[in-house]
């Protein structure tokens, strides 16, 4: 298990893309091929790829549904924020912004 600062550490390039978001410039860890389950109570489930962006909370912390953030220079929309662990992090499930 990685502890928060490890993986802030691990935010900087060469692994770590520039976010910008609300005017302010930081870096995130990109994953274009996360994989997200949705099950109805154990009758089917579906699974689909999803663009998820893991952020320090600090950096992010009036993010919301649909606002607007840039991720190496790719305009997105929050889907959805997800709290990782202690909620020192957060996911970020995007979709592009057209």
Request: proline share 6%; net charge negative; glycine share 12%.
């Amino acid at each position: 298990m990685f502890r928060p600062e490890d993986i802030v550490g691990m935010m900087q390039p060469p692994l770590g893309v520039p976010v910008v978001f609300g005017g302010e410039s930081f870096f995130g860890l990109l994953d274009e091929n996360d994989i997200t389950v949705l099950s109805d109570g154990g009758r089917g489930e579906v699974v689909g790829s999803t663009i998820a962006l893991v952020v320090r909370t600090l950096d992010v912390p009036n993010i919301k549904i649909d606002d607007a953030i840039t991720v190496d220079g790719v305009a997105y929309r929050v889907r959805h924020p997800i709290r990782e662990g202690d909620a020192a992090l957060l996911k970020l499930l995007l979709r592009r912004d057209e």
